[in-house]
Nanobody, 119 residues
């Protein structure tokens, strides 16, 4: 199973970006899938996550600005990031709980995509 993240880049404060993460390989289903981020000198933190049923949770710092969605047919998750702030600057990692066989869920990480917001 591979998670391919894309969409990062350099933007000005207040602008928007959309991140995508596509899962590929051989697996049965994807349970929760979402995004974490890690800024320089800080721990990795959850940004947003969406479960297979569609329920979501967000970090308080991004509520009202970021929206997570998923396209199950494409095994892809999206993160629409609006009103970006300099403190959103980080490497963003896609993470998924994937059922590969039976009922066992395995945790997978994408390679990370850099988001830089200049003020």
């Amino acid at each position: 199973v591979q998670l391919q993240a894309s969409g990062g880049g350099l933007v000005q404060s207040g602008e928007s970006l959309r991140l995508s993460c596509a899962a590929s390989g051989s697996f049965f289903s994807i349970n929760a899938i979402g995004w974490y981020r890690q800024a320089p000198g800080k721990q990795r933190e959850l940004v947003a996550r969406i479960r297979s049923g569609g329920s979501t949770n967000y970090a308080d710092s991004v509520k009202g600005r970021f929206t997570i969605s998923r396209d199950n047919a494409k095994n892809t998750v999206y993160l629409q990031m609006n009103s970006l702030k300099s403190e959103d600057t980080a490497v963003y990692y896609c993470n998924a709980g994937v059922v590969v066989v039976g009922t066992m869920e395995y945790d997978y990480w994408g390679q990370g995509t850099l988001v830089t917001v200049s003020s």
